[in-house]
């Protein structure tokens, strides 16, 4: 029962530099989210999506892209990073949106 | 404006005591409250959903309560272990039929032997 996985658990960026977040879950959830952590605040939601093929933006969404092409799969892109995106990444799947969450471990990115 | 505080920030207690954490909101229309555990470096679990009708919930040694009329939840924590030492969030939903949520910023437990 793996659950949520999100690859990789730490990256260091430079400034400018793109790469994707992964996240996959195995347990057939609909709805997938990515929320960011930052010292000092709530988990703040940036993406997030209700099936496959369907995607809308959370509060912060600038600087980031995601797709959804399979019911396992919600990628994260940061197109060109920069320090304000240094954070913890966390991917969630639920059933529903409105049902419990089940949280992957994190990324945890720093961007130089 | 829709808002989620938790108090206290931090809190630190010996293994055995209880110790209550509380969650005020004021997000409306309100549809249910959640508590979350996030040990050091994971992701957050759910320990409990409380929906409007429901004023206690209990999970183990965790026991949940809502009071709906004056916005206040609390989590009560009894005969802490040194596993419970991690932070606990409190979320509410936007609004009803939403998929966005607010989260608080969590009280941080540290349990000592």
């Known amino acids: 029962n793996a659950g949520v996985t999100q690859t990789p658990k730490f990256q260091v960026l430079k400034t400018g530099q793109s790469m994707t977040l992964q996240c996959a879950q195995d347990?057939?959830?609909?709805?997938m989210s990515w929320y960011r952590q930052d010292p000092g605040m709530g988990l703040r939601l940036i993406h997030y999506?209700?099936?496959?093929?369907?995607?809308d933006q959370g509060e912060v969404p600038n600087g980031y892209n995601v797709s959804r092409s399979t019911t396992e799969d919600f990628p994260l892109r940061l197109l060109s990073a920069a320090p304000s995106q240094t954070s913890v990444y966390f991917c969630?799947?639920?059933?529903?949106?409105?049902?419990?969450?089940?949280f992957g471990s994190g990324t945890r990115l720093t961007v130089v | 404006k829709n808002q989620v505080e938790q108090s206290p920030q931090s809190l630190i207690i010996l293994e055995g005591k209880n110790c209550t954490l509380q969650?005020?909101?004021?997000?409306?229309?309100?549809?249910?409250l959640r508590w979350y555990k996030q040990d050091t470096g994971r992701g957050p679990v759910s320990l409990t959903i409380?929906?409007?009708?429901?004023n206690t919930k209990s999970n183990g040694r965790y026991t949940a309560t809502l009071d709906a009329d004056t916005k206040q939840s609390s989590l009560h924590i009894t005969a802490s272990q040194l596993s419970d030492s991690a932070s606990y969030i409190c979320?509410?939903?936007?609004?009803?039929?939403?998929?966005?949520?607010?989260f608080g910023t969590g009280t941080r437990l540290k349990v000592l032997a």
């Open positions: 969630a799947s639920s059933i529903t949106g409105d049902r419990g969450y089940t």
């Open positions: 347990m057939n959830h609909e709805y």
């Open positions: 999506s209700v099936g496959a093929g369907i995607t």
């Open positions: 969650c005020n909101y004021t997000v409306s229309p309100f549809s249910n």
């Open positions: 409380m929906t409007f009708s429901e």
């Open positions: 979320v509410v939903p936007k609004g009803a039929g939403t998929y966005k949520y607010i």
